[in-house]
DNA sequence: CTGAAAGCGCTAACAA
DNA sequence: TTGTTAGCGCTTTCAG
């Protein structure tokens, strides 16, 4: 333990014997300053633990410190809009140590990320959050970013090849095995399944076939996969696509929705007269889809957390800007399953705004 | 919308054509002052809405402003320990903002919680978080407290009778029902189950066996709920009354553990050689535990994250003691479900230390 | 009852 | 390259 009481500037530039100009001018490594005078300084404040005071930092500056910028898409809402929120909300919460969010919302995932990229770059921000919706594309960037010391965190999707700081999500991994699980679980022995997903191109969707597949052969001895239904996020050629699935074969009992688009999924069922029969795992959380797990057609959604995952992310990056602490590599949180007896807590169907 | 910028004590001072000092004055309430000028100056303040710059003052008054004093009980270790980390963790966040825990353990719960709350009392903080153990024994110092203008936070229990601020914690009845569904649907249809728990008396105890049993009878039509163990946390009578409870009925399939002593559950399990015969949704998390959710015996575990109790209500504490927003009534979170596929991902599981 | 002024720890502008 | 100083918005003390 160095020192009891924190030490401040002053302290430190009386113990250096110089004025409190220059031990700002070391503590910031600016230059006009000799290298000599500059480690004597730092290795002064090393010794006796200087922590920066941030509350008479940010009074002196006036201006925010820590600028997040933040690119994530607007549609589609109901995941984006909590996410978004979620970064606001808590950026809110450190405003007086001088946090602020800059919202730079693009149309769709994808979407014209590359640009937004280079607009925020320019704004000279200390951290941009980004959902990357084309990794391959946009890793240049994120590089350049961090090599401009711009920390990059990428939010609800990953760019794995970048040099990112760090990826604040759920791991599509983890989504698979749950659903798994409780396909497994939740299902009669030996049951037929079926998986409806995005597209294969995409990543995160790839990954969650993958996870189902190999772990529900693992836990459903007997079990089989009979399916994967690709409906490119398409409202009619998912329903065409899992009514004629449902038409050839009976047997299913049990379909993993791993995108948000299960409204379709349930309307295919129900024209099929199959609701208590076929069983759906799903994704998220949004309104719509209450009447369905009401009446167990969706036994239990696998809820990703946009909201905390955007409260996380300014964590992340208050705590290291602020404080020091080193930035995790990845932050993989554990999504909710939502069943109907704990619907009513989560945020997205309540209508007070508590978190 | 008031006005752009934040207006500060300074520019209410002009406004009012009075000094600082008397803004000052008017804004804390203090006594030396005249009514009418008070009114004028509030009027004004509200007027511009303004806020006050917490940085500004945590830096002007230098010691903490906001003291939140934290009366738990240190065993049973894995939960508590979960808690109060939440609790400092969090706190260390808006500690450059004047916010200071004053961790002040009991032995365990219910153990000399009167004491503790009065010896917190006399410290002049301004919110006390407790774990009411025996709740019409501290609804009076409850009171005496909100009646000093002390916020007075329960966690993971509450005493509803009291005046208590607010309470953070899962609703008992969630619980119960969350398990309700969870065994209605693992289990083949119309099993017989039976519930373990600690002791009737406790509040928290009581309503999540009733909620279970009510919720249980609608959603597993044909079951049956075939028995209720006292188990009163202690592990010997708990072994004993399930080991006795599975050689009279054989054909018992499942287990509600509603308290955290689940061990001993398991170990009648295997002592009966029905390890995958009789299968348990327990309660909360912890190292143990995990050989027994690897091979089924837990099918799911109900986690009522501490650590993120503790954290909220620091952030309850904060939002509104700084940022003045108003303290939600009461704050259920959602429990987490754990199963085989999340377990790695909970920080009780983990080695690194990360959320 | 009210006003004036010092000072919290830090940054930034200017002087040397 | 270094030192000096004003001032961020607020609280607090001391004078009036």
Avoid: W
């Amino acid at each position: 333990m160095p020192s009891i009481r924190n030490i401040g500037v002053q302290e430190i530039a009386r113990l250096a014997h110089v004025s409190i100009g220059t031990v700002d001018r070391a503590l910031h490594g600016r230059k006009e300053i000799s290298e000599k005078t500059r480690k004597r300084i730092l290795r002064i404040a090393q010794e006796r633990g200087y922590r920066p005071n941030l509350a008479a930092r940010a009074l002196s500056v006036g201006a925010p410190l820590i600028r997040i910028g933040v690119c994530i898409p607007r549609e589609i809402h109901y995941f984006y809009d909590q996410l978004r929120d979620g970064f606001l909300n808590e950026a809110r919460r450190f405003e007086q140590l001088g946090v602020e969010i800059v919202y730079h919302p693009i149309q769709r995932l994808g979407g014209g990320e590359c640009a937004g990229m280079k607009e925020l770059l320019a704004l000279k921000l200390q951290v941009i959050a980004i959902c990357p919706g084309d990794p391959a594309n946009l890793t240049g960037l994120i590089n350049q970013a961090e090599t401009q010391n711009v920390r990059v965190i990428c939010v609800a999707s990953d760019a794995p090849q970048s040099a990112r700081s760090t990826v604040v999500c759920v791991n599509p991994e983890v989504n698979g095995h749950i659903a798994a699980e409780l396909m497994a679980k939740f299902l009669p022995s030996a049951p037929q399944v079926a998986i409806v997903t995005g597209m294969f191109a995409t990543e995160d969707h790839r990954k969650k076939v993958q996870a189902f597949s190999e772990k529900f052969q693992q836990l459903a001895p007997g079990g089989k996969l009979v399916g994967v239904v690709e409906g490119h996020d398409d409202e009619d050629e998912t329903f065409q696509k899992v009514y004629a699935l449902l038409g050839r074969n009976k047997t299913i009992k049990g379909l993993y929705v791993s995108t948000a688009n299960c409204l379709p999924v349930c309307h295919a069922v129900g024209a099929r007269g199959l609701h208590g029969k076929v069983r759906l795992i799903t994704t998220d959380l949004f309104k719509e889809m209450v009447p369905y797990l009401e009446k167990d057609t969706i036994l239990a959604s696998i809820h990703q957390r946009p909201y905390v995952q955007g409260q996380i992310a300014v964590r992340l990056a208050v705590d290291h800007l602020a404080n020091g602490r080193p930035i995790p590599p990845s932050y993989y949180l554990t999504p909710h399953v939502v069943l109907r007896s704990n619907l009513h807590l989560f945020r997205e169907i309540r209508s007070d705004g508590i978190l």
